[in-house]
């Protein structure tokens, strides 16, 4: 073994985190170099001198790191219940409704979010903008922490914005706008799986097949949601039980999803009712460019 290559693995030779095979070589070339045997007396004088210098931190500095640096969650009262609201410096990291005790949701959080909260008190922006979401009015750009969510919950999470109030689409929608068409699956995982309900409505995400479909937190609430936000719920259900899954306006050629404002705005008697895309087009008929179908 050359000098170089001894130097290189000394200090791990001195704490013994080398191979065996490792540590067989450079102790046979530490018996034939004076200088490198020089090298590894000095490593373990520096070794001594710095265990010496460890001290124990004030507690007033602990106390100031754990503040700044530790999530933290409080209870938020909205029209439709309390909540747990958890954030971090960089936003609002988890809400979920106050169904258990304090300690069932500490644990909730660590299984999601793989971080230990504490508990204190919601900032007052974080709290209105919680209720001001359960009211039916979320923020446009909520501040929220993503971090060490899955890569394609990071993709598709955000994506919820671009359904706007009053409005639902399909799972298959949300895959494709994701970039994965047939991920639908998956999109239905990380809708169950949302860690800010409210703030990115994954309540308006519905079955392609019609109706509202399943909740995290009970289809009694996503309908009362829904119907906030003036999502016409009971026609959606009498949509879905007669098979129709797009709308088409005779007077323009477009078709589009049934709570698409421009849907909407069609008038009874230039509405044309279609099973799937396919008749759509074999008719006639284009997508429209706002909701996309």
Known sequence: MRCETALKHLDRYRTGEVSQKIRDSVKTHLNLCAECSAELAELKILASGMSRLRSTAPREIIQNVREKSMDKYGRVETELG???VAFSKV???MI???R?????FEYAY???RFRWPEQASVPEEYANVVRQAVA??????PRLD???LGRFEQKALPLLLRI???EVRPYSWLAREAGNPNAVRAVGTVMKRNPFPFLLPCHRVVPMEGGIGNYAFGSGMKRTLLEKEGVPVAELARLARDGVRFIGCKTTGIYCYPTCHDAQRMKPQNRLPFADAAQAAASGYRPCLHCRP
């Open 82 to 84: 309390d909540v747990w």
């Open 91 to 93: 936003g609002i990291s």
């Open 96 to 98: 979920l409704p106050v």
């Open 100 to 104: 258990k005790s304090v300690s069932s």
């Open 110 to 112: 660590l299984h999601r």
């Open 136 to 141: 039916g009015n979320p923020p446009p750009h």
């Open 146 to 148: 993503l971090a060490g």
């Open 164 to 166: 706007p109030r009053g």
